[in-house]
């Protein structure tokens, strides 16, 4: 067998078209582009311009492999930062890009760590940064020259860490932090190139701020704590003035803030509360509850209308003043495991994660369904081949089967396989159901109209089974497993034809569209092409150079294949000679699965971040 090694080749980029979701939980990462035609929001590692009306057109912003931790858009709009948290003992990126050309304009390193915040100066002469627990400094960088003017620890040594941060209106120079049991005002000193803090105390309350907003006369600033109340501060006397609601406290803690033109005050809580309150009486004018933590409160223009964003990895548009709220995207908020196409059709796909499956519309980029059993993960899924019920496979053990217009459930059967159901699919002809499982079993079932039967079970896999494929004619099945074997099983007389041994926990196994060979992929990060007719290995190329490989599939012409895993790359090759011809960066987390659409017009992959990306299939 050669080793080929392919990544010195050159490539070309993948390109994207899309991607559905959002990373909810970053505070205050949804944003509204003061042009009032742009939302920005970061997934992962990438920042994402997404038009507010008509078609759904998206730009991408990537910064570097680290994921996105605060976004911050200047004042005339001009432009755009993200900070993002990288491993411990490294310093993080702030990426500071250029709106209309969207060009990186500023890299600055400096925090260890993770950027907690960002904030630009009301003239854009300064971006203050405020770093994670493991930094606790304030810095002001100049973006004149495009360098640190100065820096200082953001609490006194008695509090805790700074968490919120939040420039002036008019002021370049003075600005507000706070966090734990800390608020501070401070003041740059440009010619000494120094600052100057003031703490404000707040007598005997302690509370830790999450957010911070400044009202637009810069007289006051109101911090949202998590005890689900408001501090009000003054900016001018440097004083704490007032405290409020006392009896109907935010649940969960007021986690977003807003100002409106006419003074009232929009928050976001911890458990889902949108509410209008109006500063002096803190009362709640009115208020909302959405599903997750709202964590971002954009306002679009003076506040007609606003967005909110929630760990959900969802997107709300509500209306002022009565608060009416849509839903205006959503994603999947964890670890996304498998993508599947029904037979012959890419007009929609379904994905199956943590918390459920969803089945979206490919055009339309919409969710179509949810199917959720509570406190069980999806493993796996499959169309049946009419695409009458979608077929899943469960952490419990369960083989549930749902339609995929209503998720109404068709069947389950129970203690499928002892250790979860880890590998699904189903014969062509839609009488036979294949799963496998935690224990390395690879069990035969058969469905008929109302009942769903064993066959056989055969055992001869040592480690958890990590997918299973039936060839065309339905007379043969490969299995591919973490213990270093993929097996060729006979399907009518249920019995080993060939076995392949490799020193690698084998994640993906294809066949060629002739069947002659199989390709699998895994965590030796090669690919490797087998003969299926004496199981030998014709040779193995390797696909890339940091990582496991996850997921793989092969073009329906049968003349390349792609693969993705925890480079977090999409890699496209050409099947005769194994070159790499197309490269796709977008995912934040590693690539868990991937799908060329039946129609080979476009990829599907899908990852531990969450998003679900759509690119170009190259050459349509």
């Known amino acids: ?81 993200a900070g993002t948290s990288t491993h411990q003992g490294y310093q993080a990126d702030i990426v500071v890009w250029d709106w209309k050309t969207l060009a990186e304009k500023f890299r600055f390193k400096l925090h260890k760590v993770k950027v907690q915040a960002l904030v630009f100066s009301p ?27 100065c820096g200082s620890p953001v609490a006194p040594a008695a509090a805790g860490q700074g968490i919120a941060l939040a420039a002036c209106n008019s002021k370049d120079t003075t600005f507000v932090t706070a966090g734990d049991n800390t608020i501070r005002i401070w003041d740059v000193d440009v010619p000494n190139r120094k600052l100057k803090p003031v703490d404000i105390s707040l007598g005997a309350l302690r509370r830790v701020v999450n957010c911070i907003q400044v009202s ?17 501060v003054s900016i001018r006397t440097r004083l704490f003035k007032a405290i409020g609601p006392e009896k109907t406290k935010i649940e969960q803690g007021v986690t977003s803030l807003a100002l409106v033109r006419n003074g009232e005050l929009l928050i976001g809580g911890g458990a889902g509360t949108v509410a209008r309150l109006r500063p002096g009486t803190w009362k709640i004018e009115a208020q909302k509850k959405v599903e997750g933590g709202v964590t971002s409160v954009a306002l679009r223009g003076d506040g007609h209308e606003f967005f909110a964003g929630t760990t959900f990895a969802t997107i709300y548009k509500f209306s002022l003043p009565e608060l009416v709220a849509e839903v205006r995207s959503v994603g999947h908020y ?52 009419d695409g009458k019920f979608i077929v899943s ?41 294949i799963t496998g499982g935690g224990e390395g079993l690879v069990r035969v079932w058969k469905l008929g109209r109302d009942t769903q039967t064993l066959v056989t079970g055969m055992k001869e896999h040592k480690g958890l089974i990590t997918d299973v494929r039936v060839r065309k004619n339905d007379a043969e099945l490969v299995s591919a497993s973490a213990d270093g074997t993929c097996i060729v099983w006979d399907l009518t007389r249920f019995v080993r034809n060939q076995i392949l041994f490799a020193n690698t926990v084998f994640k993906q196994v294809r066949y060629r569209p002739d069947e002659a060979q199989v390709l699998t992929v895994g965590s030796d990060r090669k690919a490797g092409y087998w003969e299926v007719f004496d199981g030998s290995l014709i040779r193995e190329v390797e696909v890339s150079s940091a990582g496991s490989v996850n997921a793989l599939d092969i073009s329906t012409d049968g003349v390349s294949f792609v693969t993705g895993g925890d480079d977090r790359l999409i890699k496209v090759f050409t099947y005769k000679e194994a070159i790499c011809t197309h490269v796709g960066v977008g995912h934040s987390g590693n690539v868990t699965s991937l799908k060329v659409c039946p129609g080979q017009k476009f990829i599907v992959s899908v990852g531990a971040d969450g998003g679900i990306f759509r690119w170009s299939f190259p050459g349509k």
Not at 354 to 376: F, G, M, S, Y
């Open 334 to 385: 964890e670890r996304v495991n498998q993508i599947a196409f029904p037979r012959g059709t890419s007009e929609l796909f379904a994905t199956c994660s943590v918390n459920d499956i969803r089945v979206w519309q490919t055009a339309a980029n919409k969710e179509a369904l949810r199917i959720t059993v509570p406190n069980k993960e999806c493993h796996c899924i499959a169309f049946q081949p």
């Open 1 to 81: 067998s050669t080793i080929c090694h392919t990544h010195t080749m050159a490539y070309q980029p993948l390109q994207l078209e899309t991607c559905i979701g959002f990373s909810g939980k970053v505070p205050a990462g949804l944003q509204v582009h003061p042009n009032k035609e742009q939302i920005v929001y970061p997934l992962g590692s990438a920042l994402i311009i997404e038009k507010i009306a008509g078609k759904k057109s998206q730009q991408f912003l990537a910064g570097d492999n680290n994921n996105i931790s605060c976004v911050a858009i200047s004042r005339s709009g001009r432009y755009v930062a």
């Open 123 to 149: 003239n854009e002469k300064f971006l203050f940064s405020l770093g994670g627990q493991d930094d606790a400094s304030v810095v002001v960088w100049d973006l004149e020259k495009g360098a640190a003017l």
């Open 216 to 232: 637009e006369d810069d007289e006051f600033a109101y911090l949202g704590t998590t005890s689900g109340d408001i501090v009000q």
């Open 393 to 433: 496979g469960w952490d419990d053990g369960v083989v549930r089967a749902f339609t995929p217009q209503t998720g109404k459930l068709l069947f389950e059967i129970p203690n499928a396989q002892s250790k979860g159901v880890t590998a699904i699919t189903l014969t062509n002809d839609g009488t036979r159901l």
